[in-house]
């Protein structure tokens, strides 16, 4: 059975931090690119943040840079993101993404909601 479960969200006021995590199971982790995307209230859903497989390249939002880092734990099946002066906008739901290029099926996990706001 495969799960992406993601955990680590809730509410931080501007400039605050949070650490997002992702556990995987029921597919080859270290075979798939993990990303990170968010979706705010009536917005479409966007890219956050991309780690290679195994690990190693990393690629973010331009708005994120500086801020957010993406990291993977291959023997935990454990991505995460580590979110540093957060700001209103980066308020939504945060999605664990994996995907595997020319391998299908891609797995989505169910979200978990940060808020910042003062």
Not at 7 to 16: K, L, R, Y
Request: net charge positive; with cysteine.
């Amino acid at each position: 059975q495969v799960q992406l479960v993601e955990s680590g969200g809730g509410s931080v006021q501007p400039g605050g931090s949070l650490r997002l995590s992702c556990a995987a199971s029921g597919f080859t982790f270290s075979s798939y690119t993990m990303r990170w995307y968010r979706q705010a209230p009536g917005k479409e859903r966007e890219l956050v943040a991309t780690i290679g497989s195994p690990g190693g390249r990393t690629d973010y939002a331009d708005s994120v840079k500086g801020r957010f880092t993406i990291s993977r734990d291959n023997t935990k099946s454990t991505v995460y993101l580590q979110m540093n002066s957060l700001k209103p906008e980066d308020t939504g739901v945060y999605y664990c993404y994996a995907d595997r290029a020319g391998w299908l099926p891609t797995y989505w996990g169910q979200g978990t909601q940060v808020t910042v706001s003062s």
